[in-house]
T-cell receptor
Framework: ETGVTQTPRHLVMGMTNKKSLKCEQH?????MYWYKQSAKKPLELMFV???????ENNSVPSRFSPECPNSSHLFLHLHTLQPEDSALYLC???????????FGPGTRLTVT | GQQLNQSPQSMFIQEGEDVSMNCTSS?????WLWYKQDPGEGPVLLIA?????ELTSNGRLTAQFGITRKDSFLNISASIPSDVGIYFC?????????????FGRGTQLTVWP
């Protein structure tokens, strides 16, 4: 595997379900990011982990819970989501403090 | 928060034509990046710019870091059908320490054969 991978690529879940999104980077980076991409909106930064420490949480509702067990893996745990949470969730990685971020293919999430 | 104004929102062009799009901000940026996103995929980094006035090419793509440090431009020459997609500008504000990027809303490019 190369670059940044995300699983699953598509996810449909009910509002009462609990699921997790997984991201893995194979680039030797030490910072990882979660973004939300909705139609007609700019990319929204959700969380930033730098050197495995969460350094930014952009007022994201608590129904989204990130986890970064090591510098190569990032998870986004989901529970009790709302239909407006349906979007493309993108993971990215970079060297800490460096500007060039490399994105995964995203997980298309649909909340029913 | 910081907003980037990217224009145009969409472009419909004939194969072989040249394309220009730009991005402006109200803050001074120390980095400008241009990404392309294909349907169902994540953004792919095309060009990175780090100095005011810098002009960088990647094949048929050329991007420039504006002299004012508040804008950037992307040009695509001799467009082909596979250029179709959404192009995003992104930038980092001067003084930002976490590598935080701000993104434009994207330019949707359609190329007719």
């Amino acid at each position: 595997e190369t670059g940044v991978t995300q699983t699953p690529r598509h996810l449909v879940m009910g509002m009462t379900n609990k699921k997790s999104l997984k991201c893995e980077q194979h680039l030797g980076h030490n910072a990882m990011y979660w973004y939300k991409q909705s139609a007609k909106k700019p990319l929204e930064l959700m969380f930033v982990y730098s050197l495995e420490e969460r350094v930014e949480n952009n007022s994201v509702p608590s129904r989204f819970s990130p986890e970064c067990p090591n510098s190569s893996h990032l998870f986004l745990h989901l529970h009790t989501l709302q239909p407006e949470d349906s979007a493309l969730y993108l993971c990215a990685s970079s060297q800490a403090g460096w500007h060039e971020q490399y994105f995964g293919p995203g997980t298309r999430l649909t909340v029913t | 928060g910081q907003q980037l104004n990217q224009s145009p929102q969409s472009m419909f062009i004939q194969e072989g034509e040249d394309v220009s799009m730009n991005c402006t901000s109200s803050s001074i940026f120390n980095t400008w990046l241009w990404y392309k996103q294909d349907p169902g995929e994540g953004p792919v980094l095309l060009i990175a710019l780090y100095k005011a006035g810098e002009l960088t090419s990647n094949g048929r793509l050329t991007a420039q870091f504006g002299i004012t440090r508040k804008d950037s431009f992307l040009n695509i020459s001799a467009s082909i059908p596979s250029d179709v997609g959404i192009y995003f500008c992104a930038g980092q504000i001067r003084g930002s320490t976490l590598g935080r990027l701000y993104f434009g809303r994207g330019t949707q490019l359609t190329v007719w054969p």
